[in-house]
């Protein structure tokens, strides 16, 4: 290894320009393909990002009207769930895949009250205790609403961080706030928790016992939409049965036709990530593709290269095949020097690539836009991983081999009696 | 007997197939200094390349130590090369961007031998050839004899039992000539290594024990030239 080395060194050594300028090509090659993978990593993070609040395993069921007449009834009627279809779903068939079943109503534009504290635009969200694990609550303080508080519609809140930081006039121990009593509009209620949110999400959306709100406002049955959690449905085709059946019977206790699409609507984020993630595979391959492309380039001027650097050691090959070496000791001298070019300046290109993915995560992902009031990040955490290097890196070696394959060939060939020419 | 060359044919193909060598017999006992001699287009390098195992040939056969060197692989030919053979050629054929010491070293890389063995190996054989000094310096910071002495030093290493010599003195002027000449037959006594020369010099083969010559691809005479009758660079022949 160390002799093939410096039998390498020598012939770059002796070419120093070409070498760079030949190098610059694979440099650049490697630099697309890490930065358009990670600017790629980088949209994938922000559209994961923004979905990544909910379980992925759940769906959302709503009313919609229906789209044809059914037991005597007109088409273009409108379906309203009703709070007894939450009981559907906790029975057979159902039950069998479905976990939490939850619903929420929201009452928007409320003053939240703590001593001397206002805060402006908040709003009660009257939900189940399923909605913490749907939404994937994270509870920084004390608990959650639970099946106690629904049962007894006590009037019990949970704030977010945020606006528990602004009622302890900038503090964090969150702790302070369990047990007292704030005031949101007319109503008192007493915190029992605090959990993690995020400004202008769901930050100023207070969550109290679905029960609570219902008395409160004096809701009647009608719900807007259910939302529930599910397992056992690993494939497309699965979940499309399974939501068929769902709607069928809805669609029934609805009196609206069992096959009626439109009666009733579900949203399923289960497929949808299925659906993001085959669309995020295809991304990736073809970044990888442009970048692969990019680096045939830089690939294609080290075979050129390595094929006048052959030309010009003719004489010398002749002369080491004279003295004994075999076509093999000629190949390795090439397919090595190929190598080495390509994985040296490779490596330049993937370290410039790794650093400019580094500056557009300090500077891009940094950034946000406001979209329909709620910022989302344009990038988030545009970089690549190890497993990205390791593949580059693969990349480089059999490209290195394959640019030096056909000259390393024309080396092994030349015949020894070149030897005994005069240069 | 160690060569032996029996009705050995070989013709370039191209537009006009030529002919050039046409039944070659000979043979060279181990431990000769023998010359083949003959002007250009005679077939001598033809033959040389042959014995040199860099070319091959169409008819007859070729056995070096009773072994038939015929339709060999470009392995086994490298090999045997690398341990039969060692050459010597007119323009010393140096690896310009190796050091002397690095160049007298390559037959051993071929062969395997580890860093330290073949540096200490080739080491000892340039101080044989008073080269010590010259170890560390690039061909062209050397002058023609010098450079001739490496590369006697690179054929040497491997211990071959036969060392071809092509035109060796070619690129020399004459004094120099004379004392790779002289070198090569001190070798051939002391060492008992077959030397084969090939030259189209006169004075040349005359410092051999036996000149062959070869004409339009055959050989002709043979002279037995024990006592080394012309003078050394002749005066009754052609010279350079």
Redesign the interface.
């Given at each position: 290894m160390?002799?093939l080395f410096t039998e390498v060194w020598?012939s770059v050594r002796?070419n120093k320009l070409r070498t760079c300028l030949t190098g610059f090509a694979v440099a650049w090659g490697i630099f697309m393909i890490i930065v358009l993978l990670g600017a790629g990593n980088g949209l994938m993070g922000a559209f994961n990002q923004s979905s990544g609040e909910f379980a992925s395993n759940s769906m959302m069921i709503g009313g919609g009207s229906t789209s044809k007449p059914y037991k005597g009834l007109k088409e273009g009627r409108r379906i309203r769930l009703v709070t007894s279809d939450m009981d559907l779903m906790k029975k057979e068939p159902f039950s069998e895949n479905i976990d939490q079943v939850t619903t929420s109503h929201s009452q928007s534009g409320y003053t939240l009250t703590y001593g001397k504290t206002h805060l402006n635009n908040v709003s009660l969200n009257g939900t189940y205790p399923g909605y913490a694990d749907m939404n994937r609550i994270v509870m920084l303080a004390g608990r959650f609403i639970n099946e106690k508080d629904i049962q007894d519609k006590r009037k019990v809140i949970v704030l977010g961080h945020l606006t528990a930081k602004n009622l302890l006039k900038g503090g964090t121990d969150y702790g302070r706030l369990l047990g007292e009593q704030v005031k949101v509009g007319p109503f008192a209620f007493k915190v029992i928790g605090v959990r993690r949110a995020e400004e202008n999400r769901d930050d100023r959306d207070l969550n109290v016992p679905y029960s609570t709100i219902k008395t409160i406002f004096g809701l009647d049955n009608h719900i807007d939409d259910i939302t529930f959690t599910f397992h056992g449905l690993p494939t497309e085709e699965a979940n499309e049965a399974f939501e068929k059946e769902l709607k069928a019977a809805v669609n029934t206790a609805h009196d609206a036709a069992p096959d009626d699409a439109s009666a009733t609507w579900v949203w399923n984020r289960f497929t949808q990530n299925l659906q993001m993630e085959k669309g995020s595979k295809i991304l990736h391959t073809a970044l990888w593709i442009i970048g692969l492309f990019t680096l045939l380039g830089g690939i294609v001027g080290v075979s050129n290269i390595m094929l006048i650097t052959v030309k010009e050691r003719t004489?010398?090959f002749g002369?080491?095949?004279?003295?004994?070496?075999?076509?093999?000791?000629i190949m390795k001298l090439i397919v090595a020097e190929s190598i080495t070019i390509t994985a040296f300046f490779g490596y330049i290109g993937m370290v410039a690539g790794m650093l400019a993915c580094f500056l557009m995560d300090k500077t891009l992902g940094q950034s946000s836009m406001e979209v329909f009031g709620e910022s989302i990040r344009l990038l988030v955490n545009p970089t690549v991983g190890i497993d990205v290097a390791i593949e580059a890196t693969l990349v480089l070696i059999i490209a290195g081999t394959l640019a030096g394959l056909a000259p390393a060939r024309k080396a092994a060939k030349v015949?020894?009696?070149e030897?005994?020419r005069?240069? | 007997m160690q060569i032996e060359l029996h009705n050995v044919h070989k013709t370039y193909e191209g537009a006009q197939p030529l002919h050039v060598l046409k039944g070659i017999d000979l043979s060279i006992e181990k431990g000769e200094f023998v010359s083949i001699m003959g002007a250009s287009g005679s077939g001598k390098s033809t033959l040389l390349n042959i014995l040199g195992i860099l070319d091959s040939y169409d008819e007859g056969e070729y056995i070096i130590d009773g072994r038939l060197i015929k339709g060999l692989s470009e392995r086994q030919a490298a090999g045997y090369r690398n341990r039969t053979i060692g050459f010597i050629f007119q323009s010393f054929n140096l690896i310009s961007f190796k050091t002397a010491v690095e160049n007298v070293e390559l037959p051993l890389f071929y062969q395997g031998v580890n860093r330290r063995r073949r540096h200490e190996l080739a080491m000892e054989y340039l101080d044989r050839l008073g080269l010590k000094d010259w170890a560390g310096h690039y061909p062209n910071e050397m002058s023609g004899g010098q450079k001739q002495r490496v590369a006697i030093a690179r054929a040497l290493i491997t211990h071959p039992q036969i060392i071809l010599a092509d035109e060796p003195t070619g690129a020399l002027d004459s004094k120099t000539s004379v004392e790779v000449m002289e070198l090569l037959g001190q070798l051939n006594r002391e060492e008992g290594v077959t030397i084969i020369v090939v030259t189209h010099e006169s004075g040349v083969a005359n410092c051999t024990n036996r000149i062959i010559h070869i004409k339009d691809g055959i050989i002709g005479e043979i002279e037995e030239n024990r006592e080394h009758k012309a003078s050394a660079f002749g005066t009754t022949t052609v010279m350079k």
């Open positions: 160390h002799d020598e002796r004489h010398e002369i080491r095949k004279a003295i004994g070496a075999k076509p093999w000791n015949r020894p009696i030897a005994l005069d240069e | -």
